[in-house]
T-cell receptor, first 112, second 112 residues
Framework: ELKVEQNPLFLSMQEGKNYTIYCNYS?????LYWYRQDPGKSLESLFV?????AVKQEGRLMASLDTKARLSTLHITAAVHDLSATYFC????????????FGKGTHLIIQP | KAGVTQTPRYLIKTRGQQVTLSCSPI?????VSWYQQTPGQGLQFLFE???????NKGNFPGRFSGRQFSNSRSEMNVSTLELGDSALYLC???????????FGQGTRLTVV
């Protein structure tokens, strides 16, 4: 059974600081996704990581994937209040099996 | 390009009733997946449809069912509602199987 673990589950940080969210998964995966969710809202796709060593950046967010370690990271650079949200990683095992398996999410609060 | 549309946005039902939720995917997308989000269990995969066929199903009781129509629109039905079915139900559409999923705004179901 595929398991996806995120840490930390809760993070409070100050504007201007850097931090990293970690996502570990237990079995081989075809692809890994990062989503953002604001309170009461749906999931917004941030990144799709398809291969070992993949790195993608959008603004202050950068995601990377190490398939050998079964680890993805979401790095936040010089955080701003608008990045406050819950961030989920999700893994697709491939072959159409069982849809996406999500981590429990990281609730991020960025304080001015 | 219109996104994924879910209706209704909010529902309140009584225990024992049944409910039908609707999802219209992004135009041209043929795969629709459903997820349940609760504070306790997080995001869990319900089922996926492609070309009117259910491709796989998550670990949910038979009270949860769905279907997909020839225009790719999908419905999910929950019969004999229980209090624990209260959740945000999210629909996601993809161009094809094993491609990036785009989520709708969700239907917030409350069972009283």
């Amino acid at each position: 059974e595929l398991k996806v673990e995120q840490n930390p589950l809760f993070l409070s940080m100050q504007e201007g600081k850097n931090y990293t969210i970690y996502c570990n998964y237990s079995t081989t995966s075809d692809r890994l996704y990062w989503y953002r969710q604001d309170p009461g809202k749906s999931l917004e796709s941030l990144f799709v990581l398809l291969s070992n060593g993949a790195v993608k950046q959008e603004g202050r967010l950068m995601a990377s994937l190490d398939t050998k370690a079964r680890l993805s990271t979401l790095h936040i650079t010089a955080a701003v209040h608008d990045l406050s949200a819950t961030y989920f990683c999700a893994v697709d095992k491939g072959g159409g099996a069982d849809g996406l398996t999500f981590g429990k999410g990281t609730h991020l609060i960025i304080q001015p | 390009k219109a996104g994924v549309t879910q209706t209704p946005r909010y529902l309140i039902k009584t225990r024992g009733q049944q409910v039908t939720l609707s999802c219209s995917p992004i135009s041209g997308h043929r795969s629709v997946s459903w997820y349940q989000q609760t504070p306790g269990q997080g995001l869990q995969f319900l089922f996926e449809y492609f070309s009117e066929t259910q491709r796989n199903k998550g670990n949910f009781p038979g009270r949860f069912s769905g279907r997909q129509f020839s225009n790719s629109r999908s419905e999910m039905n929950v019969s004999t509602l229980e209090l624990g079915d209260s959740a945000l139900y999210l629909c996601a559409s993809s161009p094809a199987v094993n491609t990036e999923a785009f989520f709708g705004q969700g239907t917030r179901l409350t069972v009283v």
